[in-house]
């Protein structure tokens, strides 16, 4: 016998997925939660308003998402997914490696600061495979700009030591706004990032130079 679709909460009975559709039907969950996020803000996300809007049983997300913070975590990852292209179309007109550097770290500023929730939840919430997955993907992108600066005798020293320090400089930039009220940030935010980018690699360049 057939087991009935489930019913959504808009009163729709959603078709039960076949064999084989389970990464369809993780799309649709992040889907759902991401736009209870963008409408009524991270208290809206919970496993069972995403359930009901998709129109499946609680226990068929747990099968894809161990916990809320999973799926959290999902959906900022889909955002921050698009921060290695940001981050490579900034820094596509730069005349050099240093200037490449310099562009990279601007974006992640203005990324940060243009997606302010999820990138408190990624970066300052509890770790999960996600967090580590978008901090390697970070690091990664910005060790190859540090090396590319190294090679090109532009910068001295250890590149995963520069290249820590770099990411401090520019994860502390976006915290410091992100923990005040947006009424006390910069007027300029585009100034703020590319002056914090400045800052970051001169002090990496003149990293050699410290006692």
Do not use: N
């Not at 495979?129 to 600066?149: I, K, M, S």
């Amino acid at each position: 016998m057939t087991e009935p679709d489930a019913p959504s909460a808009t009163g729709v009975r959603r078709r039960r997925a076949k064999r084989g559709e389970g990464a369809r039907l993780r799309e649709e969950l992040l889907a759902a939660a991401r736009q209870l996020l963008d409408e009524r803000g991270e208290s809206a996300v919970t496993v069972r308003a995403v359930a009901q809007r998709v129109g499946v049983s609680t226990p068929a997300v747990y099968l894809h998402f161990a916990s809320r913070t999973e799926l959290l975590h999902g959906v900022c990852r889909g955002v921050w997914d698009r921060l290695d292209a940001y981050m490579a179309e900034a820094a596509a007109a730069a005349e050099d490696p240093f200037e490449e550097l310099r562009r990279r770290c601007a974006a992640y500023i203005r990324f940060g600061l243009d997606h302010p929730l999820h990138y408190g939840l990624v970066a300052a919430g509890p770790a999960t495979e996600a967090t580590a997955q978008v901090a390697d993907a970070c690091f990664r992108e910005l060790h190859g700009a540090v090396r590319r600066c190294l090679d090109a005798s532009l910068l001295e020293g250890d590149g995963i030591a520069l290249t820590r320090a770099v990411c401090a400089c520019l994860h502390g930039a976006v915290s410091l706004l992100l923990l005040q009220s947006p009424a006390v940030w910069p007027r300029d935010l585009e100034r703020y990032a590319e002056d914090v980018a400045a800052v970051a690699c001169a002090g990496a360049r003149h990293h050699a130079d410290l006692p």
